[in-house]
């Protein structure tokens, strides 16, 4: 397009440098040869080749600065760049700003190592073994550490425990365990206090009990109508034990021995725990090593879901062993 307009303002300027050679030989004057060398930037015998004037005009830089069509050498382009160009060319129209470079067509190892990274990364997309193994076996394994070493799951099966659990319910413990008095404990079967039938139901072979004296206490009752006293001192349990049953509904003087803890259930009435097992080997209580988790939460069924209280309340005014035994 540049080119052209060039050779438009060539031929005009020649045309009228033509009139006025024909105004000078009216007159009677000889036309102005000089003026047609230093225009063309050539000598009179140059002037006279048969090469067209136009095209020899066409071919000279106008502008004395045209980057886009003296810079460095451009590679052939092919029928889709070629079209591309034209357009560009026709879209700049007069404009007195140079005309973009042509786009360098990119070559074929380019395009061959382009080809290559996408395939490569198509191959990387794919969702081989080892991402299902870390996508769906850590998971797993997370899930497995977790129930092994931190939570355990149990299904209540008597009403000893009631109203705190009932028959059903489905408790969730910790396996990191601080043991207080008021907590909520499960047991390995110490010497045989379950049954053949409860001990084949699911959760089979634990007990859940309250923990009510830890190593060295003194756990007293006088019999019905009677609190509970630890170390001497009476503890008030109407939070946890069922409405209307009685703390003991008979006497018994226990000293909590070494490595051992007393449990007794939240339903007296309905509950075989040490107070009745004092014959046994460990005297009825629950060696510390079969103590498995404390509860935490009922998750199951939806409408028994919560947390587990302690109530370790109930105990703060009970002194320790030593102190008790010393007054």
């Not at 081989?128 to 092994?148: H, N, Q």
């Not at 587990?308 to 109930?314: E, Q």
């Amino acid at each position: 397009m540049m080119d052209a307009r060039r050779q438009h303002d060539h031929a005009w300027h020649y045309e009228s440098q033509g009139d006025t050679m024909q105004d000078d030989q009216d007159n009677g004057e000889s036309p102005a040869l000089d003026t047609l060398e230093i225009w063309n930037g050539s000598s009179t015998a140059e002037s006279a080749t048969d090469e067209p004037l136009a095209t020899r005009s066409a071919a000279y830089d106008f502008s004395g600065d045209d980057s886009a069509d003296s810079g460095a050498y451009q590679p052939p382009l092919d029928d889709d760049a070629r079209d591309s160009r034209t357009f560009q060319v026709a879209d700049h129209g007069v404009a007195l700003s140079p005309v973009p470079p042509a786009p360098i067509r990119s070559s074929r190892s380019s395009r061959a190592k382009h080809a290559d990274s996408a395939a490569a990364r198509t191959g990387d997309d794919r969702f081989t073994l080892r991402d299902f193994a870390i996508w769906c076996g850590t998971p797993i394994l997370i899930v497995l550490l977790v129930r092994i070493f931190l939570v355990g799951f149990y299904e209540i099966p008597s009403r000893s425990m009631m109203d705190t659990f009932v028959p059903g319910d489905r408790v969730m413990t910790s396996k990191i365990f601080n043991l207080q008095r008021g907590d909520v404990v499960v047991f390995k079967d110490p010497n045989n206090w379950l049954n053949e039938e409860q001990s084949n139901a699911i959760g089979g072979g634990f007990l859940i009990k309250r923990l009510i004296g830890m190593p060295g206490d003194v756990i007293e009752c006088k019999g019905a109508g009677q609190p509970i006293t630890i170390n001497g001192v009476e503890i008030d349990e109407s939070s946890y034990i069922r409405p209307g049953v009685e703390p003991s509904a008979f006497p018994f003087s226990v000293t909590v021995t070494e490595g051992h803890v007393f449990v007794m259930g939240d339903n007296r009435s309905n509950s075989a725990d040490s107070r009745y097992h004092q014959n046994d080997n460990d005297h009825g209580l629950v060696p510390i090593d079969d103590v498995v988790g404390t509860g935490l939460a009922i998750y199951w069924p939806i409408n028994h879901i919560g947390l587990l209280a302690s109530h370790h309340d109930v105990f703060k005014d009970v002194p320790d062993a030593s102190s008790g035994s010393a007054s």
